[in-house]
Structure formats: structure tokens, C-alpha cells
């Protein structure tokens, strides 16, 4: 079975960095396409990054351009989240997903991904 575990939360006062990593079993992570969300309380779940599983190309969020970083780690079979000039905003509990299967377009909605993390609580607060 498909497994997707992250780690890297935490807390962290603002415009500190965190690096989330979002680690795969049972598959390969550059066969995937692999997305970043977060879900703050109280709202719904929203895209942050994804990277395509064709090209790896990326998408990002507007309110987390030029701060935040997608990768793969191939040797690692994992998935990074860098995570810089951090806001009270961007506290959230992040989830990485996965979806099978060629794509010729970045996924970015939640019905697209296939498999969940459970999540990691990132807190931005001093």
C-alpha cells in the first residue's frame, strides 16, 4: 500500500524557515506527481506547491511565491518543502499527496491526488 509520511513541523517565530520533507514507501516519488496542501482551522484545504511527475514542473500558491521551494530528493525517495520568510498566516497542518500516472499539466486540486500524508502542524508565532 501506498504510504506518504511528513515530518518537519514545528514551531517557529516569523520569517524563520522550516524544510518539510514528505517521504514515500511502497513507490517511486519520480514517478509521481506530488502536492503540497494545508489546511488552517476553520478552513478549507488549499494547494501550496505541487511538482509534475512528466518535466517537474512547479506550481505555487501567490501567497507563498518566491518563499517557499519544492524538490525531489530521488536517492532519498522523498519530496522537500522549503520553507522561508514564514508568516502567522502560513500556520496550518501541511499534507503532501500523491497522484499516479502521467500528467501533461501540474496537479493542483485535491480530487486530482490519490494518496494523503496524515500531516504535519507547522506554527508561526513569537
Known amino acids: 500500500q501506498v504510504q506518504l509520511v511528513e515530518s518537519g513541523g514545528g514551531l517557529v517565530q516569523p520569517g524563520g524557515s522550516l524544510r518539510l520533507s514528505c517521504k514515500a514507501a511502497r513507490f517511486t516519488v519520480d514517478y509521481y506527481n506530488i502536492g503540497w496542501f494545508r489546511q488552517a482551522p476553520g478552513k478549507e484545504r488549499e494547494v501550496v506547491s505541487c511538482i509534475n511527475s512528466n518535466d517537474d514542473s512547479t506550481y505555487y500558491a501567490d501567497s507563498v511565491k518566491g518563499r517557499f521551494t519544492i524538490s525531489r530528493d530521488n536517492a532519498m525517495n522523498t519530496v522537500i518543502l522549503q520553507m522561508n520568510s514564514l508568516k502567522p498566516e502560513d500556520a496550518a497542518v501541511y499534507y503532501c499527496?500523491?497522484?499516479?500516472?502521467?500528467?501533461?499539466?501540474?496537479?493542483?486540486?485535491?480530487?486530482?491526488?490519490?494518496?494523503w500524508g496524515q500531516g504535519t502542524q507547522v506554527t508561526v508565532s513569537s
Open positions: 499527496a500523491a497522484a499516479q500516472g502521467y500528467s501533461d499539466h501540474v496537479k493542483k486540486f485535491t480530487y486530482e491526488y490519490d494518496y
